[in-house]
T-cell receptor, first 110, second 113 residues
């Protein structure tokens, strides 16, 4: 079983819909990251969380440390949001390395 | 300010050959980490270097090696390439060894034929 599990693996939405991507982890962490990867490979860091909630534009990320769960929400989704969204954690006992989930492929249709 | 720069962007190698991938971190960043991302999967940690010393190593064979130079740039070397080494190789830099913020490069797409 992977230490970081994401759901769903694939998600198709219509423009304007509210989107939620979930991440669960099974280890103690010092931080959780949400990342965005576009075709071609480049990764952009969206959020780093250790508690609570963060918002940036139409993106909201939450984390519940007790439940070992995080969610990434996209409000008023747009086709340009289409990308792979990846959850990654810094495991407490592994220094600064990141352990990644397998990603969620999001497609937003116009 | 330039981001994390990786070179080359793409390359094709034959089984058994050797490859060297390069990464230049953001100015002021002293830590460089390497990740391998096989198609359809999340990235897997290979190495972390900080102040020219190896600070972490993932579950990869000894065919994989890396180093960091005095200017904090880094090389990832892979010997005796296998078809399964075909992947996107990502470099991430951060300001300190234990620091939450990372900046990723666009990666090097390696194809082994």
């Amino acid at each position: 079983k992977n230490e970081v599990e994401q759901s769903p693996q694939n998600l198709t939405a219509q423009e304007g819909e509210f989107i939620t991507i979930n991440c669960s982890y099974s280890v103690g962490i010092s931080a959780l990251h949400w990342l965005q990867q576009h075709p071609g490979g480049g990764i952009v860091s969206l959020f780093m969380l250790s508690s609570g909630k963060k918002k940036h534009g139409r993106l909201i990320a939450t984390i519940n440390i007790q439940e070992k769960h995080s969610s990434l929400h996209i409000t008023a989704s747009h086709p340009r949001d289409s990308a792979v969204y990846i959850c990654a954690v810094r495991v407490e006992t592994s220094g600064s390395r990141l352990t990644f989930g397998e990603g969620t492929q999001l497609t937003v249709n116009p | 300010d330039a981001g994390v720069t990786q070179s080359p962007t793409h390359l094709i190698k034959t089984r058994g050959q050797h490859v060297t991938l390069r990464c230049s971190p953001i100015s002021g960043h002293k830590s460089v980490s390497w990740y391998q991302q096989v198609l359809g999967q999340g990235p897997q940690f290979i190495f972390q270097y900080y102040e020219k010393e190896e600070r972490g190593r993932g579950n990869f064979p000894d065919r994989f090696s890396a180093r960091q130079f005095p200017n904090y740039s880094s090389e990832l070397n892979v010997n005796a390439l296998l078809l399964g080494d075909s992947a996107l190789y990502l470099c991430a830099s951060s300001r300190r060894e234990i620091y939450y913020g990372y900046t990723f490069g666009s990666g090097t797409r390696l194809t082994v034929v």
